[in-house]
């Protein structure tokens, strides 16, 4: 039964305390006042700062920076115990160094192990951990932090060395981070939604309210969404494969691997997944908008309008098989696109590509992904069909939006069509395996 | 090559000495037949309990509690060795005391180290660990613990130290349990359903029948689940963010965050994941027994009929822009309630889960959350709309099953709007960071 | 801050030292032109291979099998030393003997270890280590092979032990390897719903136009693959409990649980999950193709048809309250059915299994599995109906599609019915407790 002392009676310093008594440490608390602590987990000690200090060479800080001061007093009993510094801060690079430099300078003799500052009390307690199990580990002295991982093992959580004192800077900042991999593809989306939907409302309301005085506002809650989603989705899905278009060019035009890729494009293929994803959401919500058509009641009035005007003038409607095979083909395009689209996001849930072998991994997101991208096309390719090119779709010189959203996409796959032609590939492949 | 010795040649000591000898250690079986043991893996060797046990110092039983007497009479031979127990019972707290301590018992001069008994021998032995790779370990010397956990850890397992023996009983019951966190929410959805079914029975189904004799039994089958599953999903979601209001109530009503919340507050706030994602099971049910509406028979006989009276009286239906605003809306806030409302399934996933940090974790399930709800409610009051207070929806006095479905979801949503009115919100977070 | 040697300065050589750098190692590159190297991470130091050598006694080899021969040079200062293998080849099986066995009878005198092959470049430096972060290591020497299992732990790696170096081979096929257990499963489904297709397509496309001249083609795009892949669905669920059925009988016919099942059935067994995961991908292909019906041309056109007929010929159309039951009914079955097969794959997500203990994963994989069969079927069995048996649904002599659904369905769930009859399941948990 190892002992670990913990200063603060805290919030933390309490769930931190039961847990390890829970996973078989003795604790000692060290605190201001010792006889007035409550709710401290049974079986654990609590004793004055000084007196605590004593009694393991372990001590985990878990007070805030601002009150670090008081361990100016006891820098003696500190000399040569390993603190562990689990602080936080408010805001990103709120002070000049890093808290766990800070209390390595207020207790030199000290070896200061950064650890614990992603964990939060509450799921710490109530063992719902749901949040991440990753503790991120630094310090100089390679011994303390040996110790210190060898207890954030112990309870279950998964310790991540990270070097020495110097990354504390950026452990602190980590959990004020808020998903700043989507940051790019988040604002890229809604740039691109807001210009879909402002070009729509000006073809679909402004356009019949100037020339025929139709109140068409309600489209801007079902009609005009749909459209603006799934060409956010091709267009996405395109951006997702245009990267790695350009990075082969680049290396065919450099003849090497060996040169580093411009830094946006680096970036650009980073963030990938998340343009991906963001691609699958959409594609999501148009598939839904889809579905609901037949219960708005715009539709509804619609059709029935549409059969009794045909009942009354008695006029002729044979069945078109060509529209028909139409019709019926790019609904069934779609519907398989969306089903590959939908793979492509279970396999990057992170437990599955984890158990995943890098070949499987890309001919997933790979293969399946290019055809992915040829089939959600083609669906909106053959839903064009013969209007596509009619002059009659033009409103204020306007193409329909669906013309837009075929433009990235299919120069992506006629690039790549030219790359994966057996002459181009070749030279390709060699540069790629390093034989120049 | 460590040797390990592995009493008993059933199931799982096979299953168990196969992995082992793939993962590099030689195996010796102890067994009552040493000659007879068929099926074994190749390369183990097979020998008496008292001949295997002299070869090695970690001893695996895995034999079942009942015959552990056999024991007894190796005492001398079993002195100082380390006993893995792997034992599982039929019934939890079968036995007054743990199957390992009452082995520790019959044995008392060895280390016994519980282990292994969440792993399944079939799972081990197909390599298909499909339930949890986690190995919960305890032992009172910690020394023979660390030998296990080596072990458990070669097989590429996780082991979990779970601290002295008198882990053991609940280490044991562990396998024994079935979703203990789920029955709480399990039967509390139930009950809601229940009621809710016979609510609506007696509006949809018997008040039609008592008044107008008309069958409508077959609104059993889709209808009436059709308003079940979302008002019982508005409820359970309503419920996820009820006890954090109330939880902050207590807190601004004490003072500080020091003192415990009463036990039903904090159980409840625990099994928030649970009624969440029951919620969205029953969203699900809703959106896709939305979705079939245009091709149940009823809907189409109904839809072919009117249209035929309107043809045949030539009324004049003319199109109402504000019907079509209002059912357009009302159903682009459920499309994009639920969406959000799958999202906070996906990062409940723990995979996900696990690789966003608390800050994210928190965006998404408490912001989003919050986002969710007010879409949802929103939906609901939408598509309630003008009927709402009419006095004509009651029947037998009782008003929509809807009416009912927003009361918990309008007190949560105007609770919190209360507390984070800035004037609350500060005293708030001031208690929660801990300046009283 | 321990110094590693990196021999090789190609891609994989770059990245593995970089991020190495980042995790606190101290690197030295071996390369053939130390003054050339361009790219390198800064902070590590770059001498000829010889000289590189001598500085760490862990040296990883990044340089391809087919130039391993420069090493033969080195063999004096090799001597003693760790050598990590890390090569990959382009095929199985290439060459008769592992890279890392061919590397040991190269340098003789060096303790080989084989880690990080299945880890690529492109991911190790860019972090995005989606694919899987599991690296098998394997190696004669332990203590060389610990040493290099705690570089592969600092680096937030996750280190598998396979044993010897004999266990090379395979480790080195394992990148190479395109979703094994898929395999049988994706060529049986294949397999079926080309049968179903053209079995579909002969009485519904080719029937009626030798018999009434007929163009159906386009049925080929929807209303077919709507028959194929929900059949296909069925199919596969059955077969997804087929083996267990049979594996009870067997053990009822044997007696005993100590004999090993046929290879065919223990193989069919491992690979039911992906069975059941493509049964899942077949289901909700059927959903959506369901779900889509109401927005056809030709469901429009035919909708639109009959109700201008029945207008125009005044004919009657009476509400069938019986039909309406129907209908609804197995529309119902079907959703729910559906419901709890999304709720098996969500329970096969590895994140999600491995927090189960194994009774809950059996009580979902196995209880919850048969009742989503059990509604599958009944849903189909409804469908059916009354043109179950009628003779007109004949067409040459073929039964319609849905009732070749219903036999493998059918026969698993009669036989279980009889193996839980008490008697029967008494003898079979007898058997299966090893209590013979
Ligand atoms: C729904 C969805 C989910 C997604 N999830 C993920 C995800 O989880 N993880 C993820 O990473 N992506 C994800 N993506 C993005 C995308 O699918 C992948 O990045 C995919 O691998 C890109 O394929 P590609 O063929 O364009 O690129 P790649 O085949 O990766 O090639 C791109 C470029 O990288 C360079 N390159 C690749 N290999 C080498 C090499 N050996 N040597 C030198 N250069 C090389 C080449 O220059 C190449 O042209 C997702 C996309 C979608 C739509
Ligand atoms: C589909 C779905 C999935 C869900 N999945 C999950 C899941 O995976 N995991 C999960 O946990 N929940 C899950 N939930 C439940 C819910 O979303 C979360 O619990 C959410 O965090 C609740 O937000 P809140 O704002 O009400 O509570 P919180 O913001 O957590 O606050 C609730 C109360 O807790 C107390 N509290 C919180 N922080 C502190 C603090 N620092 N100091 C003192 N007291 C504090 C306060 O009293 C506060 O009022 C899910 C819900 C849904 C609908
Ligand atoms: C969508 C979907 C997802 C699926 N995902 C998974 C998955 O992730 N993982 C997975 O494994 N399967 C998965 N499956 C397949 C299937 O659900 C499971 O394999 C399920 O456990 C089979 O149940 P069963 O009752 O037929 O077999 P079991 O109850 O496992 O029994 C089958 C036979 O195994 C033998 N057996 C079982 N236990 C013992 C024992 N203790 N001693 C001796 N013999 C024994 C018996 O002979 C028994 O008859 C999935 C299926 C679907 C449809
Ligand atoms: N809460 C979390 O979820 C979480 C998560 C990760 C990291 N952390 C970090 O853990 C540390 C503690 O957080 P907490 O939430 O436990 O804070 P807290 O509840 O406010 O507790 C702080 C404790 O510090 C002690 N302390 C010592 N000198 C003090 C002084 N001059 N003024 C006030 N308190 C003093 C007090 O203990 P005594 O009264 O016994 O002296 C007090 O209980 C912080 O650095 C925080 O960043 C917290
Ligand atoms: N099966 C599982 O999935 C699983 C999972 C976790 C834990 N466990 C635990 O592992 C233990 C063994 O389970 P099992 O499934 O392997 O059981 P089993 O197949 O019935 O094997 C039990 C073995 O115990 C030995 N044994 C010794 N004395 C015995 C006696 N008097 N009567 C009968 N057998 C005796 C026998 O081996 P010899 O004939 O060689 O003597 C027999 O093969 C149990 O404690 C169980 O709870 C099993
Ligand atoms: N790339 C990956 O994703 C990956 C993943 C897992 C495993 N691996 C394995 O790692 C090894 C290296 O792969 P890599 O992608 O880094 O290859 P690479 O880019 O082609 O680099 C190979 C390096 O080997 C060195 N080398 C020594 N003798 C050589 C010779 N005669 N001819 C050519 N090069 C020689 C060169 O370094 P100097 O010029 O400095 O001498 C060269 O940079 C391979 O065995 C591969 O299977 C690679
Ligand atoms: C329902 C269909 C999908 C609908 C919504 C699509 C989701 C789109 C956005 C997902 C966002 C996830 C936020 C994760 C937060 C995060 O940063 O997460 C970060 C993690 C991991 O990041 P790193 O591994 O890169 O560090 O990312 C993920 O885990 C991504 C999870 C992707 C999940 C996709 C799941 C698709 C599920 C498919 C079922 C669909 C069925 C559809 C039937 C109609
Ligand atoms: C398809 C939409 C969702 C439909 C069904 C919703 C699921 C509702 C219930 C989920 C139950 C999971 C049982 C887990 C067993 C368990 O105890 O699991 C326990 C675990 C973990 O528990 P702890 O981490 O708390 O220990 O819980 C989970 O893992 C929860 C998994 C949640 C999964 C939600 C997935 C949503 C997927 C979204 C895709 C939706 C696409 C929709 C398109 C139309
Ligand atoms: C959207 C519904 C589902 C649609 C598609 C169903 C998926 C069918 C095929 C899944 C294939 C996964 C490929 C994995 C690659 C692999 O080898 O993966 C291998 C891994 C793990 O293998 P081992 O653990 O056996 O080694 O397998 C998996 O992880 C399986 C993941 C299954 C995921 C099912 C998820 C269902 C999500 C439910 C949401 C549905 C919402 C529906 C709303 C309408
Ligand atoms: C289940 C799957 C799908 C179905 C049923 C479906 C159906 C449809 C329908 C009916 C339309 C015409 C909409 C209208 O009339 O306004 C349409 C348009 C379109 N779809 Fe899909 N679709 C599916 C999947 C996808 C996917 C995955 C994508 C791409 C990512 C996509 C991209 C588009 C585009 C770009 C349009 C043109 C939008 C416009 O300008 O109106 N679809 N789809
Ligand atoms: C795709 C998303 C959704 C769509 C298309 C949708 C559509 C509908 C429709 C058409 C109705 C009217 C049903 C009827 O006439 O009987 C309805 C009612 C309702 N919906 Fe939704 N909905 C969606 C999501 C949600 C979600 C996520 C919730 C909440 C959790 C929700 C809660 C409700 C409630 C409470 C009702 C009233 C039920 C009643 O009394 O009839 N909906 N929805
Ligand atoms: C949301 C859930 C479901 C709905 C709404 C649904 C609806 C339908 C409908 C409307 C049909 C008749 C199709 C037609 O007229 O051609 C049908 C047929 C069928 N369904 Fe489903 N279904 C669902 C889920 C399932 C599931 C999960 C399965 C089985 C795995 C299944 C198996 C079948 C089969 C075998 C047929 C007969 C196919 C034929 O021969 O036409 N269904 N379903």
């Not at 500190?78 to 510094?85: A, E, F, S, T």
């Not at 409607?317 to 060509?322: A, D, V």
């Given at each position: ?5 913990i200063?603060?009676t805290?919030?933390?310093g309490?769930s931190?305390g039961?847990?390890?008594l829970q996973?078989g ?5 060290g ?7 409550s ?6 000690e ?15 800080i ?10 100016t007093?006891l820098?003696?009993v ?8 689990v ?10 160094e890093s808290?766990a ?6 207790v030199?003799?000290a070896?200061v192990?950064k650890?614990?500052?992603?964990i939060?009390?509450?799921a710490?307690?109530?063992g719902?951990?749901?949040?991440s199990?990753q ?7 390679s ?32 959990p ?6 989507w940051?790019?593809?988040f604002y890229?989306s ?5 210009f879909?939907?402002f070009?729509?409302v ?9 020339h ?9 809650a079902i009609?005009?969404p749909?459209?603006?989603f ?6 996405l899905?395109?951006?997702?494969y ?14 090497t691997?060996?040169r ?7 970036h ?6 998340q ?6 959401g ?7 908008y889809?579905l609901?058509i ?10 029935r309008?549409?059969?009794i005007?045909q ?13 028909a095979?139409?019709?019926?083909s ?11 689209f ?15 072998n ?20 083609a669906h ?8 596509f090119?009619?002059?009659?779709i ?7 939006a669906?013309v ?18 057996p002459?181009?590939?070749r ?10």
């Open positions: 039964h190892e002992t670990v002392c200063f603060g805290g919030d933390f309490r931190l039961l847990k390890m996973c440490y003795s604790i000692v608390f605190s201001r006042n010792p006889h007035m602590s709710l401290l987990p049974s079986g654990a609590v004793l004055s700062y000084s007196e605590a200090a004593q009694k393991s060479d372990v001590i985990i878990t007070v805030h920076r601002e009150h670090y001061d008081f361990l007093e820098i003696e500190l000399n040569g115990k390993i603190l562990v510094d602080s936080n801060n408010l805001k990103i690079n709120q002070y000049p808290n430099e800070y209390l390595a300078q207020l030199p003799g070896r192990v650890a614990f500052n992603t939060s009390a509450w710490l307690q109530s719902a951990l749901d949040a199990r503790v991120f580990v630094c310090g100089n002295d011994k303390a932090k040996q110790r210190v991982m060898d207890i954030v093992r112990t309870l279950g959580l998964t310790p991540l060395d990270q070097g020495s004192l110097m990354a504390a800077k950026e452990i602190e900042n980590y004020l981070q808020l998903f700043p991999l940051k790019f593809p890229l809604a740039v691109l939604c807001a879909l939907f070009y729509c000006i073809r679909e309301v402004i356009y019949p309210y100037v025929e005085k139709k109140d068409s506002t309600f489209r801007m009609s005009i749909n459209r603006v799934p060409i956010a989705a091709l267009t899905l395109a951006l997702v245009l990267p790695g278009v350009i990075a082969a060019i680049l290396q065919l035009y450099r003849g691997k060996y580093r890729f411009p830094d946006w494009l680096d650009w293929m980073l963030c990938r997944k343009l991906g994803l963001i691609a699958l959409f594609a999501f919500l148009h598939v839904i889809t609901v037949p219960i708005r009641y715009y539709v509804r009035w619609m059709s309008n549409m059969t005007t009942a009354t003038t008695k006029k002729e409607n044979p069945f078109s098989t060509s529209t095979w139409l019709n019926d790019y609904i069934s395009l779609g519907i398989l696109g969306f089903f590959l939908v793979l492509l996001g279970i396999t990057s849930l992170p437990s599955v590509s984890n158990t995943v890098w070949r499987e991994f890309r001919f997933v997101q790979s293969k399946l992904g290019y055809l992915t991208l040829i089939l959600c096309t909106t390719l053959v839903y064009g069909g013969k209007r090119l009619s002059p009659s033009l409103r204020w010189y306007l193409p329909s669906y837009i959203a075929l433009i990235i996409p299919c120069t992506v796959l006629v690039s790549k069509f030219i790359l994966i032609l002459c181009i590939d030279t390709l492949t060699r540069i790629r395996q390093g034989w120049e």
